[in-house]
């Protein structure tokens, strides 16, 4: 279920170092804030050099039947060494 309230953004400006955005919000549970205008509240500024460059990761996949033949193996190796 929703509050109702909300936002809105638009951009306005990007470059190789900067993206600049308009904002504004609005509350449809008071009719004195619906905003029906899109009447804007404010500006950001967001540097690019403020971003980390993405990492790639590479996701190792266990062998769980490969671990369990090694474990049988190794158990028949003492069951041998043993006797």
């Known amino acids: 279920m929703s509050r109702g309230i909300g936002a809105h953004a638009k951009k306005v400006l990007e470059d190789d170092e900067t993206v600049i955005y308009e904002y504004g919000g609005y509350n449809l549970n008071e009719p004195e804030y619906w905003n029906e205008n899109h009447i804007l509240d404010g500006t950001i500024t967001i540097q690019k050099n403020c ?3 993405p990492e790639i990761h590479e996701k190792l996949k266990k062998c ?3 671990e369990r033949s090694l474990l049988l193996n190794v158990f028949q190796y003492l069951l041998v060494m043993t006797k």
């Open 51 to 53: 971003f980390v460059e």
């Open 64 to 66: 769980q039947v490969v």
